[in-house]
């Protein structure tokens, strides 16, 4: 996250007059310009993890209501409950024509989400999002804590137009400045500064800023103080002070109220008084007037440090773009489920005497990031030992280490139980299936209809595709329904006499039953094959065809594409990939690979993908069952079945709660 | 100093009961009365406990996007709010407000618990069926048709469920936005479920093994051998329409009667 300052301004792509100010040209100048500019964005919305919405702003009436459309709902569903992968908090995710971008307020188990629209390169988002959040916490904190009574955030609302009015003008210079784009403005400046640390920083004007001479403050601190600066923070430093009175992040406490009161007592409005544009942003200010009750003094020149905190700001900011969340750690960990609200109103005074001094020895600890790094190395080395693959390891830790971080844990519970406990519902969520996996119940559906169900098997060699297609033969063909296994596996010499074989022993085993190969020899097409199979299925009045492929390498073309063309051409009810329970990260890969060939290769709008997985070979890996859970996690898919053995009826259905045991235990 | 405390202590006693003048009788007999007092106490502690750790739940489950959060707030707080998907369950014990409660009496208190309704969260009702003393099934009346599959498997898993059955939990489910033009009347969507569940409880018993099962075989829901239907069920099971945001003028200030009602019948 660089700020946009690699990215163009988006002055071409201009769609309705709101976005003008992006453009270099139209820097407005009076004070109409912060409503217009409000509606660069879509929906602010403040909202709890059970779904209540505390505050939202919608600055435009088009975005759709009906949960399956809003983007934020969707939000919620596929990136926070579903977790795909594709979308991170850096990136954003995006949905129909907008851009979502989110954060999560941990302590307080809020999130706080942005819509916008996605041809707007808003530069100032991840800034907005992040003063939005501390603005909101730091003024609602009782009123988020107290459980028991809805409360009105209604005032929130001037608050919030302010800090957009001020990032956006902030913006709107910066794009201003943008054409010749200076050194001061590149990523290598940055660098260069970040190299130099503190001392010489003030040198140009454009960074001459909070202070020369001080030292540099964190990320946080710069966002806390342009907020005071707006008038909307905390009042002051001294009440910050007590206000946080349980606030103890080590490394931030003494700097911050130090730097924070000095600059509330320094004039700090001398170099930038006569830009053109602040007499818009300082009118803007003064309309609003009525948002800045809270403030404690000169509201007026409020916007004016603001902007050289900015300047600041922008000098150091930089590498990783991201503010340090310990800030608001220290604060009492939320718990939605605690029903006693003693104890939230308890803990964070401070009193004097022994009672501070259990306190101190019994209190809850804050957990850090640094905290939870070295038991994360730990539990990402468990997980690779359990076959899981490194990837996924790697992003599960990441999103534990993103959910525990600001949350406290007592002194004396383990900081291993506290990530297990919050390991073991993710766990839970990511193996529990989306849909339904009742294949029965489908081929019921599809019976009524009149029609064949179809279910295509692929993999790569060798992991047991014949072998499991005929165990759930057998199973099928228990429950009395019409079996055709179309033999499209034309590659592989002995490849349908073994098809025929099973054909055979399973027609011995249920006398009565039907079961029936398709075939038409080696060296055709599968897809043609498989088409006549289904069309020869419909005729006899075969409940359900199973179509065998030849297994494939997932980096061989020529056979993935002629997979996706049978795919395609023959549009299956379900695509189950059958994976060896053995593999580690190579999981990852193939199915990666057989998802994106079936995309690549098939030409067709949606492309079907990998609808489910069996897992074959499961009694051989004893508790090393990292694979269920790459798999599951990489599709996002079901896993219908495990093969446990060598018979017919060595098929089982997954059971999530034991997977998620053997992967937990040690 | 303790020995101090001790001899005010024994000063303080009646004359009879100091040690010096305690006769071995006495002083076994105040043993054994402290013992028997000791005892009833334990146990009533505990009986107290287990009542208190006994089913006073109330789940409201569903699918996503059918009301449950809007029934929450407006159980809880008699308010109608904006909502989104939840990620996370709601809960809060509270004393709910019924005909008869005033300010000096408040009504029954009641543990509520609104439970996500996505797929991927839905095994967090496992957690609390054990507790759970009555189950609110709201359904979307106007997506019914559509969604029924969704819902019957749902439904199925928690009536199915062997605390639902032991323990015979009542469950309403309840039709919101009734109000709507698209939806579907009470019955109709009875009728579509009790055959959905009917095609549900074939599918699932030829279904197979889990992993690792440990040879808990689900109970057939309803009577072998005909067709299901809800009143086969041991727990009583109830239909409602209700409409949360309803029209102006109609509003419940604090949720739908029928939920009230069921609610207080159950406590």
Redesign the interface.
């Known amino acids: 996250m660089n700020w946009g300052f690699d990215d163009e301004p988006l002055s071409v792509a201009v769609h309705e007059p709101a976005n003008a100010p992006l453009a270099p040209a139209s820097i407005p100048r009076h004070p109409r310009r912060s409503c217009d500019c409000l509606r660069m964005l879509d929906t602010v919305t403040v909202l709890t993890k059970g779904g209540l919405v505390l505050w939202s702003k919608a600055y435009s009436p088009s975005v759709p209501t009906v949960q399956s459309r809003n983007p934020v709902d969707s939000l919620v569903r596929r990136v926070l409950i579903e977790d795909l992968a594709s979308a991170n908090p850096e990136q954003g995710y995006s949905k129909d024509s907008y851009q979502v971008k989110w954060t999560f307020g941990n302590e307080v188990g809020l999130i706080f989400v942005i819509v916008y629209q996605k041809i707007l390169q808003l530069a100032y988002i991840d800034e907005l999002l992040e003063a939005f959040k501390r603005l909101f916490c730091s003024l609602f904190d009782a009123k988020i804590r107290d459980p028991d009574a809805l409360h009105s955030y209604a005032e929130f609302e001037q608050k919030f137009d302010t800090l957009l009015g001020a990032l956006e003008a902030e913006d709107a210079q910066k794009s201003k400045r943008k054409a010749p784009r200076k050194f001061e403005d590149t990523k290598g400046y940055q660098n260069t500064l970040a190299a130099q640390a503190s001392g010489e920083k003030a040198a140009t004007p454009d960074a001459t800023t909070a202070g020369a001479g001080t030292a540099p403050l964190s990320e946080a601190d710069k966002l806390d103080e342009k907020l005071q600066a707006l008038g909307l923070g905390k009042r002051s430093g001294g009440k910050k002070g007590t206000s946080g009175g349980g606030r103890k992040t080590p490394q931030k406490g003494p700097s911050r109220s130090g730097s924070s009161t000095s600059l509330d007592s320094s004039p700090r409005s001398e170099p930038k008084a006569q830009r053109s544009w602040v007499g818009g942003v300082a009118s803007t200010v003064a309309a609003t007037g009525g948002a800045l009750d809270y403030s404690d003094s000169a509201a007026s020149d409020a916007a004016i440090p603001s902007q050289e905190l900015i300047g600041a700001h922008l000098g150091s900011r930089g590498h990783d773009g991201l503010y340090d969340a310990a800030e608001m750690d220290a604060r009492e960990s939320d718990d939605d489920e605690d029903d006693d609200a003693s104890a939230v109103t308890a803990t964070p005074q401070k009193s004097g005497g022994i009672f501070s001094f259990f306190q101190n020895l019994t209190a809850a600890k804050t957990l850090t990031r640094e905290d939870l790094d070295p038991m994360m190395a730990k539990l990402r080395e468990d997980m690779i030992n359990k076959n899981v693959a490194s990837d996924v390891a790697d992003h599960l830790c990441a999103s534990v280490t993103e959910s525990l971080t600001g949350t406290k844990i007592g002194k004396f519970s383990s900081l291993m139980k506290a990530i297990k406990q919050n390991l073991e519902p993710s766990l839970r969520k990511i193996l529990t299936p989306k849909t339904s996996t009742d294949l029965l119940r489908d081929i019921l559906a599809a019976q009524a209809a009149n029609r064949p169900y179809t279910i295509a098997f692929v993999g790569v060699n060798g992991v047991g595709k014949s072998t499991n297609l005929s165990k759930i033969c057998f199973w099928l063909l228990q429950n009395d329904l019409k079996v055709l296994i179309a033999a499209c596996d034309t590659f592989r010499s002995g490849a349908v006499e073994q098809l025929r074989v099973h054909v055979r022993n399973l027609g011995a085993v249920h006398p009565g039953a039907t079961v029936e190969l398709f075939d038409r020899g080696y060296g055709k097409d599968p897809a043609g094959i498989a088409k006549d199979a289904v069309s020869h299925a419909a005729k006899n009045g075969f409940d359900v065809v199973l179509i065998d492929t030849a297994g494939r390498m997932q980096d061989n073309e020529p056979l993935m594409r002629a997979l996706a063309k049978l795919v395609t051409v023959n549009n299956p009810d379900k695509i189950i990939f059958v994976g060896e329970a053995l593999v580690g990260n190579e999981a990852v890969d193939q199915l990666t690979k057989f998802n994106q060939a079936l995309k690549d290769f098939s030409g067709v709008r949606n492309p079907r993908q990998i609808d489910g997985i069996v897992l074959s070979k499961f009694d051989t890996i004893d508790d090393k069952v990292g694979a269920a859970l790459s798999m599951t996690y990489t599709t996002g898919q079901p896993i219908f079945f495990v093969g446990t053995g060598q018979t017919y009826t060595d098929l089982r259905r997954m059971n999530v709660r034991s997977i998620v045991n053997s992967l937990l235990a040690k | 100093m303790s020995s101090e405390y001790a001899r005010v202590a024994t000063d303080a006693l009646p004359e009879a009961l100091r040690p010096d003048y305690l006769t071995p009788n006495a002083a076994i007999g105040i043993a054994f009365l402290a013992g028997a007092l000791f005892l009833a106490l334990a146990a009533w502690f505990l009986l107290k406990k287990k009542k208190g750790a006994k089913r006073d739940k109330v789940l409201l489950t569903g699918l996503?996007?059918a009301g449950k959060?809007v029934l929450f707030?407006q159980l809880r707080?008699g308010?109608t709010?904006?909502?989104?998907?939840?990620?996370?369950?709601?809960?809060?014990?509270?004393s709910l407000p019924t005909s008869y409660s005033t300010p000096t009496t408040p009504g029954p208190s009641v543990h509520l618990v609104?439970l996500?309704g996505?797929?991927?969260?839905?095994?967090k009702y496992t957690e609390h069926i054990a507790t759970t003393g009555a189950i609110v099934f709201v359904l979307d009346s106007t997506t019914i048709a559509r969604d029924l599959?969704?819902v019957a498997?749902y439904l199925y898993d928690i009536l199915v469920n062997r605390y639902t059955q032991r323990n015979e939990v009542p469950l309403l489910v309840l039709c919101n936005k009734s109000e709507l033009l698209m939806a579907l009347p009470v019955e109709k969507i009875r009728v579509l479920l009790e055959g959905e569940i009917e095609?549900?409880r074939?599918?699932?018993a030829?279904?197979?093994?889990?992993?690792?099962?440990s040879g808990e075989q689900e109970e057939l829901l309803g009577v072998e051998g005909e067709k299901f239907a809800f009143e086969q069920l041991a727990n009583p099971v109830s239909f409602a329409k209700c409409s949360l945001i309803a029209p102006a003028g109609e509003a419940h200030p604090r949720g739908p009667r029928e939920v009230m009602d069921f609610i207080e019948n159950v406590l």
């Open positions: 996503s996007e959060t707030m707080h308010e709010v904006a909502t989104h998907t939840s990620m996370e369950s709601n809960e809060s014990r509270f609104d996500p996505h797929e991927k969260l839905r095994f599959r969704a498997e095609k549900l074939t599918s699932r030829a279904e197979i093994q889990s992993l690792d099962d």
